[in-house]
C-alpha cells in the first residue's frame, strides 16, 4: 500500500488495520503527517499543528493494542480540530487577533469524547474570525485554498476542515456550522459533512452567545459510515450546555446496513425565495435526485414556500457579535476584518423590536418546515448556488461572484443552508458531481428534526449509487 492510499484510506478501515497492527497508528500518524508537511503550505488547511502530541497519542493508541485492552472506536484515526474549539493547552485563536496567544485550560466537551474515544489529534484547522462568515480567511494565518483549484476559496467557516479531508491530511475533522459552515465547505472541496440536529452534540464551554442558538458541531469526513461513527461518540447530553438533549441509543453505523423500504422525498432548487442558481449546480441537482427512484422511493419536486428568512438570520446574528464584541469595536477595531465590523454595526444599530421580529419570522419559518415533514421523509436542494470562488478579501471585505446578471451576496450564498440553522433541522452535504473546470458540487440532504438516522442512510445509498472517493486532488 502506497502512503497516497494511506491517507485517502477511511477512518473506519484504518480501525480495522490498527487492532490487527496491519498498519500501525504510528505508520498512518507519520505518513498523514509527512503529507501535511508537504501540502499545507499549499492549502494552509491547518493553522496550528499538534505532530510531538500526535506521535505520543499514536504509541499509545498501539500499546492499548499490544496489551489487548479494550480499544475504543477511534483508537489511533488521527483527528483534527477546528479552530473554534477549546483545547486544553493548544493555541485556540478562534481566527482572531483578538484571542491570537490564548491557551485554553480545558477542552470543549465534543473535543473530550473524541479523545477519550482514542483519537489522535493531528492540530487546528484554519477558520474564519469566530466564524462569522462562510469563507476561510483571517489576519492571523491567511487563506485557505481549495484543493480542487488553488485560486479558489474552500469555504468556510470551517473551510480548514473540509479542505484538509480533500487533501488527504487526515480522514476525520471536527466542524461547526451556524448558517452553513459544514455544509458549504464541504460541498466546495467535494467532501461529505454534517449537520446534526440542534443539541445533537454539545457545545460547552464557549466564547459569547453569538451563533448560541444556531450553532451545530459536526463531522467532516470522506466516507458516510466515518460521520457516523463519529457522531456515535460525540452525541449526547452534557450539563454544561442547556440545549443539549439525552442520547438517542441509535448506533449510527448499524443503521447505515440498513435502507428505508418506503421513502418520500421532495426537491426543490428554490426553497421558494431563492432567484440565483447556477444552471450546472441545477442540473445536476435535478438529475443526481432521481437517481434515488432506484431504490423505489417516491421522488418529486416540492413545492415548498419559505418566506426569505434573511433578515431574521442577520438580525439574531449580528446582535449576538454586536453583544460579544462591543468593547473590541470600540478598542481595537484595527484587529478585526471587514466582515464582521460591518456584522456588528448593524447589530449595534437594531432594537429589541427587531430582535422580536426576527424571533417570530424563525417560529413561522419552523412551522412552514413542519408542514413540509409532515407530507416528505427528505428534502433534497443543492448545498450552495455555485461552486467556489475567488473573492476579494481582508481589507476591503468580500466580493462575490455574478451569476448571469445577479450578484451574489453572503446571505444569497448560504441561501439553501441557514434556514436549516434556524429551525435546528439535521442536514447534510454530499458531492453530486462536477464543473466542467473540475470543481465540486455538493447536494445538501435535509432531514426531520432529530432523524439523522434517515438522512445518513439516504446519504450512504447516494454514496454507494455515485461514489466520489476515487477522484483526488492532485498537487505538483
Excluded at 500500500?1 to 497492527?21: L, S
Excluded at 461547526?176 to 464551554?205: A, E, F, H, M, Q
Excluded at 438517542?248 to 426553497?271: A, M
Excluded at 447534510?428 to 445538501?444: D, E, F, H, R, V
Aim: overall charge neutral; aromatic content about 10%.
Amino acid at each position: 500500500m502506497n502512503k497516497e492510499d494511506i491517507c485517502f484510506m477511511p477512518a473506519y478501515e484504518m480501525a480495522e488495520k490498527i487492532k490487527t497492527q496491519e498498519l500501525t497508528s504510528l505508520e498512518i500518524t507519520e505518513t498523514i503527517i509527512e503529507r501535511i508537511e508537504k501540502i499545507n503550505p499549499i492549502l494552509n488547511a491547518y493553522c496550528t499543528t499538534t505532530f510531538d502530541l500526535a506521535r505520543e497519542m499514536a504509541k499509545k493508541a498501539d500499546d492499548r493494542v499490544k496489551k489487548g485492552e479494550k480499544l475504543e472506536l477511534l483508537n489511533g484515526i488521527p483527528t483534527s480540530i477546528k479552530d473554534l474549539m477549546d483545547t486544553k493547552g493548544i493555541l485556540t485563536t478562534h481566527g482572531s487577533k483578538l484571542y491570537e496567544n490564548y491557551i485554553p485550560e480545558q477542552n470543549d466537551i465534543a473535543v473530550q469524547r473524541l479523545l477519550n474515544s482514542g483519537c489522535v489529534m493531528l492540530g487546528k484547522t484554519n477558520t474564519p474570525e469566530f466564524g462569522h462568515i462562510a469563507l476561510t480567511n483571517n489576519k492571523i494565518f491567511g487563506e485557505t485554498k481549495n484543493p480542487w483549484n488553488f485560486e479558489m476559496n474552500s469555504g468556510g467557516s470551517s473551510g480548514g476542515a473540509a479542505s484538509s479531508v480533500a487533501g488527504g491530511l487526515g480522514p476525520l475533522a471536527l466542524g461547526s456550522d451556524g448558517g452553513g459552515s459544514i455544509r458549504v465547505p464541504s460541498s466546495c472541496c467535494g467532501v461529505y459533512g454534517l449537520k446534526p440536529t440542534y443539541g445533537r452534540i454539545p457545545s460547552y464551554p464557549r466564547i459569547g452567545i453569538n451563533f448560541i442558538t444556531m450553532d451545530h458541531y459536526g463531522p467532516i469526513v470522506r466516507y458516510v459510515k466515518d460521520a457516523a461513527l463519529m457522531l456515535n461518540i460525540m452525541k449526547g447530553h452534557h450539563p454544561g450546555d442547556n440545549n443539549s438533549f439525552p442520547d438517542d441509543d441509535i448506533d449510527y453505523l448499524e443503521i447505515l446496513k440498513e435502507k428505508p423500504k418506503i421513502l418520500k422525498i421532495g426537491y426543490s432548487t428554490t426553497l421558494g425565495f431563492g432567484k440565483i442558481l447556477d444552471d450546472e449546480v441545477k442540473n445536476n441537482i435535478l438529475d443526481k435526485v432521481q437517481m434515488f427512484e432506484q431504490f423505489e422511493w417516491d421522488v418529486e419536486e416540492a413545492k415548498i414556500k419559505i418566506r426569505n428568512p434573511e433578515s431574521a438570520f442577520k438580525t439574531q446574528v449580528s446582535i449576538g457579535y454586536a453583544y460579544d464584541f462591543q468593547k473590541d469595536f470600540k478598542n481595537r477595531l484595527e484587529d478585526l476584518s471587514p466582515d464582521l465590523i460591518a456584522t456588528i454595526k448593524l447589530g449595534l444599530n437594531n432594537s429589541a423590536m427587531n430582535f422580536g421580529k426576527a424571533r417570530e419570522k424563525r417560529k413561522q419559518l419552523y412551522e412552514t418546515l413542519s408542514r413540509f415533514f409532515m407530507e416528505y421523509d427528505i428534502l433534497i436542494t443543492p448545498t450552495i448556488p455555485c461552486p467556489a470562488f475567488k473573492p476579494g478579501w481582508l481589507d476591503t471585505g468580500t466580493t462575490f461572484p455574478t451569476i448571469g446578471k445577479k450578484s451574489l451576496s453572503i446571505m444569497t450564498w448560504m441561501t439553501y443552508t441557514y434556514p436549516f440553522n434556524m429551525t435546528g433541522l439535521p442536514a447534510a452535504s454530499i458531492p453530486s458531481g462536477w464543473t466542467n473546470s473540475g470543481l465540486p458540487i455538493g447536494m445538501q440532504i435535509v432531514g426531520k428534526r432529530y432523524d439523522e438516522k434517515t438522512v445518513l442512510q439516504v446519504s450512504k445509498a447516494f454514496e454507494e449509487i455515485a461514489p466520489w472517493q476515487d477522484k483526488r486532488p492532485e498537487f505538483n
